[in-house]
């Protein structure tokens, strides 16, 4: 049994990870332990309650003093505790305090699903909840504090439920979904920040007195900061140390952050941002708040790494694609834009088939009068001027061709020049009365509304049963302003954010329920929506707009610190870059993108011949590698933010008999020898044959001497390693 409990103080035990908490005085949930496993039950003595001010009740003049000194499982705003709080309400009275004491617990096997939510599943054989019920007795507010231990992964998962069994109404003002007092101080984070184009680089910091966030406030999880933090000891490294990585299960505004508070303690909190985020809750009704995902490593940044990379491909991830290679896809956005039609994309699919490409994907432009990015969005119907002959006539021709077919959408949009906004202006997102602000000329759907939900639904669901449609991509360009819903009471306007998101939840819940066979990859203007909300729906996304290959190092490198290789979206495209304008060899960019879903993005009937006579070897490639990078270990050798002027990492297959390295040099080296890189997670005392030479090398000595990496010359050229251990 992963959890139990003993007078009053919890254990969790995770496979090598043991949390603890105690209901101490006054009913208080006090936290005790989040690390390395340990045997014992009880280890309340690291509470050191005795060095505080006396502990309620005895010292009861000082409750407040106590309160901003002990580590608190679930803090609430306006009772003594100063530091952030995760529960704040507004009363029938306007007042924001609230105070939870436990009332009594349950331990049952397996794990719940949040209602409209996504979340990590588990059944009965590999997790057990504990749900704590707390109490406000002043408000009649009950809180629920629910934890899942997945017994042979170090991961923990929280989320809150709150219920009002008051008469009154109370709103809600903040939930946010789990907070961590760590004791002591001089930890360092990492966040993943950036902006479009190049989202998810690596920030690593140290926290320091005050507060220290990544979050968003743009409806969406952004291309500037991910839902992700990570707590690590100062001297923690990719392969050494304790690190505790957090990730939430939210697609929406979020908040992620650590404070260095007063007394010598470290707090780390997550959830739904508390800026602008209300909830209204009636007698009876309930609140769940999103799941937060919490990792612990002994031994460094990789093994959270690759704990999370097994828990979202086991646990989260669902589908029929789920442990299936994807179809090597081609897509015609960076080979056309908006300037295609049905002959266009026959010939790209001709000439994609006898290379071996799998799939052809459609892009941005099929639909209503979309000639640009300024108009249409909404009107899902087919633009026969372009797609001659119609769709099914075009899908039909690709199949022909030994071609799969997937489309785009953009579902949650309606542009101002649309027949959908001409006949329904109160549908998108706006504040009556207001100017309502453009962003690439569109505007966002009020998705609270069962109706726009349905109009959606029902276009997108006619389009796919109209041909033989196996792939989607769902974009969404825009971030959310002037937040206010036509169809809700001010007293519930608060609630729109979230609103909003769990109606894409919705939406997408319906699309893979009906359409099980469809392969859904989200994208978001790129990479702004990559997190684990959305990987509950499509088993991959478009990692960013940049698909330079140098780039590509850092996002991929980034996003992959949390997110498995499986789910991240990554194609071959054209030179110069349309992005950066840099020029670099076919075959690092094939390289770079192996490490992903991998497909192209270019105009096969125009790129250099070249070129085009690699994409059947690239392709081969992929066969033959993809089972290992899709379900292996990732091992980060090299580090850009060390040296940017290589990049190196390894997959290593679950029973170690193998192992694939990439290695890219960056900016070639004048006058050096070869560069000796050290391999990780080998079987010491196996023996590893280089595929390519036949040489024979030890695990020990690949890991620890290393091995001379040769044969890469210039700038931007690469090269893939291959070891099979000797049977
Ligand atoms: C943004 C996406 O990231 C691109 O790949 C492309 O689909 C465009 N939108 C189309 O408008």
Redesign the pocket.
């Known amino acids: 049994m992963g959890i139990t409990c003993q007078n009053g103080c919890f254990k969790l035990d995770a496979k090598n990870t043991s949390y603890l908490f105690s209901v101490i005085e006054d009913g208080y949930l006090a936290h005790v332990y989040f690390g390395k496993k340990i045997p014992d039950q009880n280890a309340d003595y690291l509470l050191r309650l005795n060095e505080h001010p006396l502990p309620p009740p005895q010292g009861d003049r000082d409750r407040a003093v106590f309160l901003d000194h002990i580590p608190l499982e679930y803090p609430c705003m306006g009772i003594g505790d100063f530091r952030e709080p995760c529960l704040q309400v507004l009363d029938k009275d306007g007042m924001s305090a609230c105070d939870i004491r436990y009332v009594s617990h349950t331990i049952e096997k397996g794990k719940h699903k949040l209602p409209g939510l996504p979340a990590t599943f588990g059944s009965e054989n590999d997790c057990t909840t504990l749900t704590i019920h707390c109490a406000d007795t002043h408000l009649n507010l009950e809180v629920q504090l629910l934890y899942t231990v997945f017994e042979d992964l170090d991961v923990i998962t929280r989320s809150v439920r709150v219920v009002n069994h008051a008469k009154d109404a109370v709103t809600l003002r903040r939930v946010l979904s789990a907070c961590v007092d760590f004791d002591g101080s001089g930890y360092d984070m990492i966040t993943l920040h950036g902006a479009w184009a190049r989202e998810r680089h690596i920030i690593r910091t140290p926290v320091t007195p005050g507060t220290h966030a990544a979050s968003s406030m743009r409806g969406e999880s952004s291309h500037q900061d991910n839902p992700f933090l990570a707590l690590l000891s100062r001297n923690a490294t990719e392969d050494t140390g304790e690190v505790y990585g957090f990730n939430f299960v939210y697609s929406g505004n979020f908040l992620a952050q650590a404070e260095g508070c007063p007394y010598d303690k470290t707090r780390v909190v997550m959830g739904i941002h508390p800026q602008d985020f209300g909830w209204l809750l009636e007698e009876g009704e309930s609140f769940v708040a999103p799941e937060v995902v919490m990792v612990y490593s002994d031994e460094g940044i990789g093994k959270m790494t690759r704990t999370f990379h097994d828990l979202y491909r086991n646990h989260l991830i669902r589908g029929e694609y789920k442990d299936k290679k994807r179809p090597i896809l081609i897509?015609n956005?960076?080979a056309t834009y908006f300037d295609f039609d049905t002959d266009k994309l026959i010939s790209i699919a001709r000439e994609a088939a006898k290379s071996g490409i799998e799939m052809l994907v459609m892009?941005?432009?099929w639909f209503g009068n979309r000639n640009s990015?300024n108009c249409a969005l909404g009107d899902w119907v087919v633009n026969e001027d372009k797609i001659k002959g119609g769709l099914k006539h075009l899908v039909d021709e690709v199949n022909k061709l030994g071609l799969k077919f997937g489309i785009?959408f953009?579902p949650e949009m309606i542009s101002p020049d649309s027949d959908l906004y001409r006949a329904h202006p109160d549908w998108c997102i706006h504040i009556p009365g207001r100017q309502r602000t453009l962003c690439r000329e569109q505007l966002v759907l009020d998705l609270s509304r069962k109706e726009v939900r349905d109009y959606v639904y029902d276009s997108v669901s006619k389009i796919l049963s109209s041909a033989n449609i196996e792939y989607v991509?769902w974009?969404m360009?825009r971030q959310l302003t002037d937040v206010g819903s036509a169809s809700l009471p001010a007293s519930r306007q608060r609630e729109l954010w979230h609103r909003y998101v769990l109606g894409v939840y919705d939406l997408m819940e319906r699309l893979v329920t009906d359409f099980p066979h469809l392969l859904l990859e989200n994208?978001?203007?790129?990479g702004a929506r990559f997190d684990p909300g959305m990987l509950y729906y499509s088993p991959q996304i478009?990692c960013s707009?940049d698909t330079d290959a140098m780039e590509r190092l850092r996002i991929q490198h980034g996003t992959s610190m949390v997110y498995p290789v499986s789910a991240i979206g990554a194609h071959v495209s054209d030179v110069p870059n349309h992005t950066v304008g840099r020029v670099t060899p076919f075959a690092t960019r094939g390289n770079v993108a192996l490490s992903g879903t991998f497909g192209y993005?270019l105009d096969i009937t125009h790129i250099p011949q070249d070129d085009r006579d690699l994409i059947p070897q690239q392709v081969a490639t992929y066969h033959k590698y993809n089972d290992l990078i899709r379900t292996g270990d990732l091992y980060r050798i090299g580090d850009l933010c060390r040296d940017s002027s290589y990049d190196c990492w390894s997959f290593v297959a679950k029973d170690k008999s193998e192992v694939l390295m990439t290695y890219v040099q960056v900016l070639g080296r004048a006058n050096y020898q070869s560069r000796c890189v050290r391999l990780k997670g080998l079987q010491r005392d196996a023996v590893y044959v280089l595929e390519e030479t036949g040489q024979e090398f030890s695990g020990a000595v690949l890991m620890q001497g290393g091995f001379p990496v040769t044969g890469v010359y210039g700038d931007f050229s690469s090269k893939l390693f291959h070891f099979v251990r000797k049977k």
């Open positions: 897509n956005w960076e892009d941005d432009g990015d785009w953009e991509k974009d360009n994208c978001s203007g790129g478009w707009d993005e």
